[in-house]
């Protein structure tokens, strides 16, 4: 059977109709968290620390905070798009249809984009205002947006698809995806770090994903540009044949 | 002459370890109007969750219009039109949306998709109920939603899970009228009941499940001889006709 293509922009156009029921709980709030944040390091912290690598405090944490909305719109998106869906159990909808796994798979994924293309979107607007429009190359940006939406929305999927209650939807994001982000390099570099914790920042994959945004707006690179794509790629790969083979065995969806 | 449905010893068992189906086989020829009866917990709504993909067979094998439902699951899901027993739908969604979503996810092209909403929403009585979301109609406004949902595809199967429970006289006798003029056109019927004048009135071959198992089959005629359809249930689930056990005491 050929791809249900009208059945993915269903998938799509059903969940961006469900999420601009709750704009200030999707856009507004991490445009207000990142305005905040901006305000803060821009005109309270900014000013008072030097420049790093020829750029200004500001210009240097704003990848970061950019980097640490997406991963929370991605993740957020995924697991309530699914954990909703079983919840009420209109994800029945979707397994009576001939829709494939990849398309349930594929329809999720997108919804996750767009969500975290408009909060990206959103806060370079809010950083503009501030006087920081450094985009080094688009192609770049472009690609950790989608890349980082993509992992921590198959994550999210993961996560929707385990959870037996809301609080179990909170405990990625308490226990690994906040505390890893905050020492992945959203507000240091890694010289900054003692020589003996600077492990922790090469040994964390958040570190690459702010580093190669980080790069992709303002240059400012602290580690293998290949290494973040490949183990990026690499990560996508293995968490989306993770996901199809429990879309499969219907883990989480199927009696 | 392929079968609409084939069910071959389909077994169902939960993860605690409940059998809910137990080497079940069944075959409805197509254009039947077919009766699923048995009393609740019986097995009647998880055999029809296997065959709609809702949940995963055990083992055994299920066949739709020749079409394994397991291994070929798309093609044979384009088949089968499901309304369910429980409301499984997005509360917050409006009748329109619903069924929209629905056909969409069955592959129809939005012109046709907007022609047939607007034919079931005229058939249903749902027109100016269209703005209103899920949640705010009643309880037969919302059956009547979930029965368009099933129809946007026109499937060849269409499989009723208790569809007229809670609906008041007036649309449960429209609806029969209505699901016969379906049938007469061809479509295949599978209905699962609690109310047996509903299988008098509109099936032709009944199955009476109990405790997993197709404990009696056969033409409605046959469970007509006798006492009667509510008897041959009764005797047939194990319980007895209340005369029987009347006379008994």
Known sequence: MSINWIGLATIIRREITRLLRVPIQAFLA????ALLFIFIFGYVVGPRISSIGGHRYLEFVLPGVLMLNIINAAFLQATSQVYFGRFMRYVEEALVSPLSYVEMIVGTLATVVFRTVITAVGI?????????TSLRSLDEFLFWVVIVSAIFGLLGIVIGLWAKSFEQLTVLNVFLITPLSFVGGVFNTVNM???WLRWLAYGNPFFYFINGLRNAMIGFNEASE???AGLSLGLTALLGVFVWRLYAKGYGLRE | MIPALNIHNLRKVYRRGTVAVDDLSL???PGDFFGFLGPNGAGKSTTIHCVTGIATPTSGKIEVFGVDAVEQYREARALIGLSPQEFNVDVFATPVQIVDWMGGYFGIAKAER?????????RFDLVEHRKKTFRELSGGLKRRVILARALIHKPRLLILDEPTAGVDVELRIDLWRYLGELNRDGTT?????????????LCR???????????RRGPKAEFLEGDGLEAAYLGATGAKPAHIAAGAS
């Open chain 1, 124 to 132: 370079l607007v809010i950083a503009a205002c501030f006087g920081v």
């Open chain 2, 27 to 29: 075959s409805v020829e």
């Open chain 1, 193 to 195: 770090l003692p020589s």
């Open chain 2, 205 to 215: 071959n009944i199955a009476i499940v109990a405790k997993g198992k197709i404990v």
């Open chain 2, 189 to 201: 019927i599978l209905l699962t009941t609690h109310y047996l004048e509903e299988v008098e009135r």
């Open chain 1, 226 to 228: 290949f290494l973040g």
């Open chain 2, 114 to 122: 907007k022609r047939r909403i607007e034919d079931l929403l005229e």
């Open chain 1, 30 to 33: 991490p445009w207000i968290s």
